[in-house]
């Protein structure tokens, strides 16, 4: 069964470091999300791609975090500087279409600790 | 934008007893309603997802309801198993996915 691919699954850093995660979604599949989750909470969208493009990234704090497809297939998420409120799970998750009824798939995250 | 609420934030049960899991959400347009399973250390795994034409939904031993009148749904699984302990979380969207707050779920053998 396809699944999405993420790496680092864990990365501790110090504040002010820069960090990058990279996503790989399920072949085939034009729409990538990241997400954010913080201890306890759901999961929170970032930033949304169809294809290579940006779609939705209205709640993407962009002083410090970048996101990039340039191929249309995988993703990175950077920040930079990393800062200790950063702390938590950045999920990837992808589906076939941009349409808020298709089914989003996630990956299995990277955990992100910020000292 | 969408505001999703769920209770309860835990619940504890029995093997073999039912468990209920409710959400509300506040925008009407909202047209998708998923469910997801997620287990300590791993991305959310969809478990089942409704659409707003359909008031009911069936696999096996979990179901989902919704009503749109009153902008709620619900999870219902029965015949608890202890592999079914995990926290679930609902969400629901019109353009994008909107998430609850969670439910952490312990199924006691």
């Known amino acids: 069964e396809a699944e999405v691919a993420q790496s680092p699954r864990y990365k501790i850093t110090e504040k002010s470091q820069a960090v990058a995660f990279w996503c790989d979604p399920i072949?085939?599949?034009?729409?990538l999300y990241w997400y954010r989750q913080i201890l306890g909470q759901g999961p929170e969208l970032l930033v949304q791609f169809q294809d290579e493009s940006v779609v939705d990234d209205s709640q993407l704090p962009k002083d410090r975090f970048s996101a990039e497809r340039l191929k249309g297939v995988d993703s990175t998420l950077k920040i930079q500087p990393a800062e200790l409120g950063d702390s938590a799970m950045y999920l990837c998750a992808s589906s076939l279409g941009p349409s808020g009824e298709e089914t989003q798939y996630f990956g299995p995250g990277t955990r992100l600790l910020v000292l | 934008g969408e505001n999703v609420e769920q209770h309860p934030s835990t619940l504890s049960v029995q093997e073999g007893d039912s468990a209920v899991i409710k959400c509300t959400y506040s925008?009407?347009?909202?047209?998708?309603f998923p469910w997801y399973k997620q287990e300590l250390g791993k991305g959310p795994q969809l478990i089942i997802d409704?659409?707003?034409?359909?008031g009911e939904k069936k696999d096996q031993r979990i179901a989902v309801t919704l009503n749109k009148t009153a902008k709620h749904f619900s999870l219902h699984i029965t015949e608890t198993q202890p592999e079914d302990s995990a926290v679930y979380f609902c969400a629901a969207s019109k353009q994008k996915l909107v998430f609850g707050t969670g439910t952490r779920l312990l199924v006691s053998p």
């Open positions: 072949s085939g599949h034009a729409t």
């Open positions: 409704i659409r707003s034409n359909v």
């Open positions: 925008d009407s347009a909202s047209n998708y």
